[in-house]
């Protein structure tokens, strides 16, 4: 089990410095690039392309949230996450030699719907990663065939 995303995991985490492309505009991690989702506006989500991810975090706690957040941020979660290990192959073999353990995003800032906090919460965000790992998977098993 891999129960928090820090030291030699601390790839898995949004926080990592990895720039990723989504929807067109390149952010210089997962977390400004999530962040950006909370707004619909192009030019909003923009602002966010060249933060750090305290930065990021900080701006999406001020913006108005668009009304279907609630029911769309997983989905963003993913596509954000598949993205980051998608464009950069060096994470993604790292993710993939992480084998069968358990992702979980332990933290003590009680997140507990992303991750787990005082073995509390829903991690989200680590089965995301579980199935994105699986997809890599059967991706390069395809690729071998």
Known sequence: MIDSFRNEYYFLSNFFDAEVEYEGII??????????????????????????????????????LRSDWRKVREKYMYEICKAKFQQHKDLS?????????????????????????????????????????????ADSLNDMK
């Open 27 to 64: 952010y210089k991690n997962n977390e400004a690039a999530f962040q950006a989702q909370k707004v619909l506006n192009d030019d909003e989500k923009r602002k966010f392309s060249d933060l750090n991810p305290r930065e990021a975090k900080k701006l999406g706690k001020k913006v108005k």
């Open 93 to 137: 073999e790292k993710l993939l030699k992480t084998g069968k353990q358990e992702l979980i995003e332990g933290n003590a800032w009680n997140d507990t719907f992303w991750g787990v906090c005082n073995g509390k919460g829903k991690n989200r965000l680590g089965k995301i990663l579980m199935d994105i790992r699986e997809e890599l998977k």
